[in-house]
């Protein structure tokens, strides 16, 4: 809910979808609703809105929710339902992004004038980290406690990644100008993308060692890595001539398969997970953000939360549950869990 950097760095997969909408029809590609999905939605009770981020596979849920702008919180849901909120000591606004399977959170907190990474074990004790001289944003956590995300200082944007032990090293593609990372598997392999001195994105994959491999798919003008599972497959999006956006997936040996989801536009990747499944989000023929599921054999499925206006994806476990944030005609902005 509050950023330094601009938006589309610190939160650009969680952006409402925005583009000329136009329904399509993609032969061989099943177009289906899901209609065993169940959705539950909460708010911890802030009047400006829940933005629910991340989910693990037990269904524990992280994410902020805020009385204004410059004032969130954080929280963590269990699978039960039970809603504990949270800020590191001295925060000022809290914004939880991520969450592993042993209830370790990573995120950022606001104090002072900076920006300042922190770890939340499961017993509740905090531990902060940053880049010295840097505004720091962690994006991911995995089962291990390594951390990725983005930083901040006076050259710009730039990826890094952080040992379970805490130490920091920075990810920077030769060639690249500015570099953000947004998920991390269990090796510790991450994914996101960098923006070169032509100022076209290009996708990548780093591992721990400081290998790196570039991701572009082919006559695209830009492509943008944003998930990545276990298998070392990413998911992302890439724009094309008329600059709309398309999904992705790339297997780890290279292989790259292009796809759009019937009836929208702006497909929006987000997540892959182990299962092959990718979840992301698009603009449907009423111009409305809603989600969609993409499994391993193609078929492709899109949801709306009940009575939602926009429905954003945010993250999605190994057991297909997905969570986000939505608007129906009420107020405020409420978290969802999807169960499949």
């Known amino acids: ?29 099943a177009l289906s609703a899901d209609a ?5 939605t909460f708010n911890p009770g802030g009047v400006y809105g829940t933005d629910a981020a991340g989910i693990n596979d037990a269904g524990t849920i992280t994410g902020d929710y805020g009385y204004s702008a410059l004032n969130a919180h954080g929280f963590v849901r269990s699978a039960g339902g039970t809603i504990t909120t949270f800020d590191p000591p001295g925060s000022t606004s809290t914004l939880p992004m991520s969450i592993n399977d042993a209830g370790v959170i990573a995120g950022l907190y606001y104090g002072g004038s900076t920006g300042t990474g922190f770890v939340r074990a499961a017993d509740g004790t905090f531990t902060a980290f940053g880049v010295p001289n840097s505004w720091t944003y962690p994006r991911a956590i995995n089962r291990k406690g390594a951390i990725t995300g983005f930083y901040e200082d006076n050259s710009g944007v730039q990826a890094f990644l952080r040992s379970p ?28 993308f960098y923006v070169d001195g032509n100022g076209m994105s290009h996708g990548f994959t780093a591992n721990a060692k400081g290998s790196i491999t570039t991701i572009d798919v082919p006559q695209a003008l830009g492509t943008e890595g944003f998930g990545i599972n276990d298998a070392g497959d990413v998911t992302g999006d890439y724009y094309d001539g008329n600059f709309l956006s398309h999904g992705f997936v790339r297997t780890a040996s290279g292989q790259i398969t292009t796809f759009d989801v019937p009836q929208c536009t702006g497909a929006k990747p987000l997540r892959i997970n182990n299962l092959g499944l990718i979840t992301g989000t698009c603009a449907d023929s009423k111009n409305r953000t809603v989600g969609f599921v993409r499994h ?10 009940p009575e939602a206006r926009f429905t954003e994806v945010e993250d999605m476990n190994d057991k297909g549950q997905i969570t986000g944030k939505f608007e129906d ?7 969802f869990v999807r169960i499949p």
């Open 1 to 29: 809910m509050l950023e330094r950097i601009p938006l589309t760095w610190l939160r650009r997969p969680r952006n409402k979808v925005t583009a000329l909408v136009a329904a399509l029809s993609i032969p061989g590609v």
């Open 36 to 40: 065993k999905a169940t959705f539950t």
């Open 296 to 305: 391993a054999n193609g078929n492709i499925s899109t949801f709306r939360a």
């Open 329 to 335: 005609r009420k107020e405020p902005i409420e978290g």
């Open 165 to 192: 032990g805490g130490k920091i090293t920075k990810i920077i593609p030769d060639g690249s100008g500015e570099t953000a990372t947004y998920t991390i598997n269990s090796s510790s392999v991450v994914t996101g």
